[in-house]
């Protein structure tokens, strides 16, 4: 199912400079008057051209015979605790809806099922844990991008904020990304873990699989994604729990 990148400005990412990028036109991120103003504005020229390096690099994927046999389950275990997520997992998740909202044309609220019929992306990837583990694991759902379209971003719109059932030493789990991963082909919302239905310890019923980034970036217990304009006021402020509470950096390049 992997999907070949045939964007001449992804394909050009290990040859062009930030300029030829731009030029070549990374086509689909450079369209979305968001993507241009996060680009254009001048606190983030360094961060920005940081990223266009990167450009639409691909995260190594694996074959299934590289798969750990065994994939630890690391944070939160479980969202317990959470009554409307206790209530969701005690009805298989049949009721439960992700709610796509902010800075959004038009919020989405999505069944499993929902996500299921989209198109499909599988991917197998390695998943770094900063305290120094990592695992090698198949996953499968809905590429990000997609969805995003179709709640139809505003153009103020500059991060995406992933709001999880769970709360780690008694406080919310939430991570956070920008335009950019949100639109890159391996930004998907997993709802199958190793061709099995996601479990418990991994973040039923959905989470975020963000290729490029460490494993704190990879939100389980998936209930909302807010579109905003800043990170400013929304919890501690930096983006993320671990980014709030440890100083973790927000973009966590593999
Ligand atoms: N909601 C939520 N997501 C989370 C965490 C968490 O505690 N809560 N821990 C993060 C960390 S540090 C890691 S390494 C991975 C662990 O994913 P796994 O349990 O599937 O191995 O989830 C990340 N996502
Ligand atoms: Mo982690």
């Known amino acids: ?8 400005g ?3 990412a290990g040859t062009l400079g930030v300029g030829g990028l731009l030029l070549a036109g990374c086509d689909k991120l450079n369209q979305n008057p968001a993507v241009r103003g996060f680009l254009a504005s001048a ?7 940081q990223r266009l390096i990167a450009g639409g690099a691909l995260a190594k994927e694996f074959t299934e015979a590289e798969m750990s046999p065994k994939f630890r389950a690391n944070g939160s275990l479980t969202a317990a605790g959470n ?3 206790e209530q969701h997992l005690a009805t298989d998740f049949a009721q439960w809806q992700l709610r796509v909202d902010g800075l959004v044309l038009r919020p ?9 019929g989209m198109a499909q992306r599988s991917q197998i990837t390695r998943h770094d844990c900063v305290e120094g583990w990592s695992a090698i694991g ?13 709640a139809s971003l505003l153009p103020a719109a500059r991060y995406l904020i992933m709001h999880c059932a769970d709360k780690y030493s008694g406080k919310p789990y939430y991570e956070s990304i920008d335009l950019i991963d949100g ?31 460490l494993g704190y970036k990879q939100a389980k217990y998936l209930m909302r994604i807010e579109a905003r304009a800043s990170l400013d006021g929304l919890y501690g402020g930096k983006g993320g729990f671990w980014e709030d509470h440890s100083g973790y950096p927000w973009y966590a390049g593999v």
């Not at 606190?43 to 051209?49: I, L, N, T, V």
């Open 138 to 150: 198949k996953w499968q759902g809905p590429q990000l991008g997609p969805i995003l379209k179709a």
């Open 43 to 49: 606190e983030d020229a360094h961060r920005a051209s």
């Open 108 to 116: 989405l609220d999505l069944s499993l099922a929902a996500l299921k």
């Open 10 to 12: 992804l394909l050009g």
């Open 183 to 213: 639109f890159h082909p391996q930004t998907i919302l997993a709802h199958t873990m190793n061709g099995q239905p996601l479990t418990v310890e991994h973040g039923a019923p959905l989470r975020l699989r963000v290729e490029r980034q």
């Open 1 to 8: 199912m992997r999907e070949p990148i045939s964007r001449r």
């Open 83 to 85: 009554s409307e997520w």
